[in-house]
């Protein structure tokens, strides 16, 4: 039987999950896959994180070297965060000829491409299957189980925090604060929010699930990025009742031979696959030339979620190097670069939401300003202002357009002409609208 010793640099959430897990499985794994998986050092700097954990006092430590670099470390997992010391630990172990777990999507976004360089001048394996919607093995499903496709996009939803507010603000009428704080009281938001809501935290995600499906990588600083924080429970009311939901979505797409990568709130139809993700869940709808569409569906944070990942990439391990073929699966396999469309390109169907003062000539203002960028406009909605159900006193009125498909560079100009409008009241919305099929 062989014998894989685990080094554990990190013990929060999922650091400690990990250790509990491995634990749990490794009579499953002496038994099935003949490999005796053993944590054989843990590194934190506070001294009260291997509490309740079952690790030997002589296997902790407070010297991440002294894992990354042991000589009776097989596999190093970087569960620390963040990008400083997460890299040097990773890059340390790398270079020492260790095998590397890591769950660390910024780092993988922002230097993965020298770390995956450096594993195969090393001939050791980098896995992250956990850095991207924690518990859902989607990484290994585009990897594997698709790999006899050719992918034309992936979308998802890969911030559960986001997804949360969203769903809060659809399900309960919450306003945006409401709605984050109520995922902070409940745990799904952190007391900076701004990575999640600001949309980053799934452009990191998306840079490395598109990496897998296109096979060229996607910097993040190419992938149009918009938050969820201008969210207000008007366009949730409008959304409904126009047949449709906003989620937070990641996509990627393969156009004409160019890459196309978005990360922000989007109104989708009722029906869409997507829809009805609840709360904190992930999920990654895949379309592939063979299969379709195929849906993945799960907890992207948590504990134990984020832990089976960090666990079935060191049983992958554990598994490729007792039968001495760690190389069977390149995980990063890479081709040449792909053009990435700028975001000011992409095209898309819009919603527009203002407020103008209730006045002649509104409606065809707009339009000639829509009109001269060539933009289409789909349908128009306005609703006299009513108190007390009878119809109020002439002031401001909202209203809400929906156009054809148009470049985004073309929407946002037309919407600073709308602006200098003297009708026109505060801020204007502006959505995403995707159709599946587009």
């Known amino acids: 039987m062989r014998r894989i010793n685990v080094g554990i640099i990190g013990l929060g959430t999922v650091g400690a999950g990990t250790a509990r897990l491995l634990g749990a499985v490794r009579a499953k794994t002496r038994v099935l896959e003949n490999v005796d998986i053993r944590i054989a050092g843990a590194a934190d700097v506070r001294p009260e994180a291997f509490k309740g954990l079952g690790i030997p006092r002589g296997r902790r430590t407070d010297n991440w070297e002294s894992i990354a670099r042991g000589a009776d470390i097989d596999v190093v997992c970087e569960l620390v965060g963040g990008n400083t010391t997460a890299y040097a630990i990773i890059k340390t172990a790398l270079a020492a000829g260790k095998h590397v777990v890591t769950a660390n999507k910024a780092l993988l976004a922002e230097r993965g491409l020298e770390l995956f360089a450096l594993a195969r001048e090393k001939r050791v394996l980098l896995r992250f299957e956990a850095s991207v919607a924690g518990g859902v093995p989607i990484l290994r499903a585009v990897r594997e189980g698709l790999c006899a496709n050719r992918i034309s996009s992936v979308v998802g939803i890969l911030n559960g925090t986001s997804n949360y507010i969203l769903h809060a603000m659809q399900t309960a009428g919450l306003s945006f604060r409401e709605a984050?704080?109520?995922?902070?009281?409940?745990?799904?938001?952190?007391?900076?929010?701004?990575?999640?809501?600001?949309?980053?935290?799934?452009?990191?995600?998306?840079?490395?699930?598109?990496?897998?499906?296109?096979?060229?990588?996607?910097?993040?600083?190419?992938?149009?990025?918009?938050?969820?924080?201008?969210?207000?429970?008007?366009?949730?009311?409008?959304?409904?009742?126009?047949?449709?939901?906003?989620?937070?979505?990641?996509?990627?797409?393969?156009?004409?031979?160019?890459?196309?990568?978005?990360?922000?709130?989007?109104?989708?139809?009722?029906?869409?696959?997507?829809?009805?993700?609840?709360?904190?869940?992930?999920?990654?709808?895949?379309?592939?030339?063979?299969?379709?569409?195929?849906?993945?569906?799960?907890?992207?944070?948590?504990?134990?979620?984020?832990?089976?990942?960090?666990?079935?990439?060191?049983?992958?391990?554990?598994?490729?190097?007792?039968?001495?073929?760690?190389?069977?699966?390149?995980?990063?396999?890479?081709?040449?670069?792909?053009?990435?469309?700028?975001?000011?390109?992409?095209?898309?169907?819009?919603?527009?939401?203002?407020?103008?003062?209730?006045?002649?000539?509104?409606?065809?203002?707009?339009?000639?300003?829509?009109?001269?960028?060539?933009?289409?406009?789909?349908?128009?909605?306005?609703?006299?202002?009513?108190?007390?159900?009878?119809?109020?006193?002439?002031?401001?009125?909202?209203?809400?357009?929906?156009?054809?498909?148009?470049?985004?560079?073309?929407?946002?100009?037309?919407?600073?002409?709308?602006?200098?409008?003297?009708?026109v009241r505060g801020r204007i919305q502006l959505l995403r609208i995707e159709e599946r099929g587009e």
Not at 295 to 303: H, N, P, Q, V
């Open 180 to 423: 984050l704080d109520e995922a902070r009281r409940n745990g799904f938001a952190e007391a900076d929010p701004s990575l999640d809501v600001g949309g980053f935290d799934a452009a990191h995600k998306l840079t490395i699930l598109a990496a897998l499906a296109f096979h060229s990588w996607i910097p993040r600083s190419k992938i149009a990025i918009e938050g969820i924080g201008g969210i207000g429970v008007d366009d949730v009311a409008y959304a409904a009742e126009l047949g449709y939901t906003i989620k937070p979505l990641a996509i990627a797409r393969q156009v004409e031979g160019a890459l196309e990568a978005y990360v922000g709130p989007v109104m989708i139809p009722r029906d869409d696959m997507l829809a009805g993700v609840p709360r904190e869940y992930n999920a990654v709808l895949v379309h592939g030339d063979a299969t379709g569409p195929t849906l993945y569906f799960g907890k992207g944070a948590g504990r134990f979620p984020t832990a089976s990942s960090v666990v079935a990439d060191i049983i992958d391990i554990a598994r490729d190097t007792a039968r001495d073929s760690p190389y069977r699966l390149d995980p990063m396999p890479l081709g040449a670069p792909l053009p990435v469309r700028p975001g000011a390109k992409l095209r898309s169907r819009y919603y527009i939401r203002f407020t103008t003062r209730d006045l002649p000539g509104v409606i065809g203002a707009v339009g000639t300003i829509l009109g001269r960028r060539g933009i289409s406009i789909a349908s128009v909605m306005q609703k006299e202002p009513v108190v007390n159900g009878a119809p109020a006193r002439r002031g401001t009125v909202p209203i809400v357009i929906i156009v054809h498909r148009t470049p985004a560079e073309d929407m946002r100009a037309a919407l600073a002409q709308m602006r200098r409008l003297a009708c």
